[in-house]
């Protein structure tokens, strides 16, 4: 018996290595948050703390950059697909994380 198609399924492999990179940048971003947590929660000096944030703070830029970077290639590749990102929206997330 087959199973039924996912939305994963039917995408473009391009988009599933853009997912895996953005996937491993939250996780990195998670473990450095909880390194945050415990660093205040042992009182740690706050440079270690503030730097730990700043790791935390770029790791989730990175990973919003590659979500638009993504959408927009796929933009590109087919601007007039249904469920299409049009530009401006683009510009206008791009521009939330910069």
């Known amino acids: 018996m087959a199973s039924t198609p996912t939305l994963a399924d039917a995408a473009p492999e391009h988009d599933q290595e853009a997912k895996r990179k953005v996937v491993n940048r939250l ?9 945050v947590i415990t660093a205040v929660e042992q009182d740690a000096h706050c440079r270690d703390v503030v730097q730990q944030l700043a790791a935390v703070s770029k790791a989730l830029d990175r990973a919003g950059f ?4 993504s959408a927009l290639r796929e933009c590109l590749a087919d601007p007039d697909a249904e469920d299409a990102t049009r530009p401006e929206e683009l510009e206008k997330l791009f521009l939330s994380l910069a």
């Open 27 to 35: 996780r990195r971003a998670h473990g450095q948050l909880a390194a």
């Open 66 to 69: 590659l979500v638009i970077s």
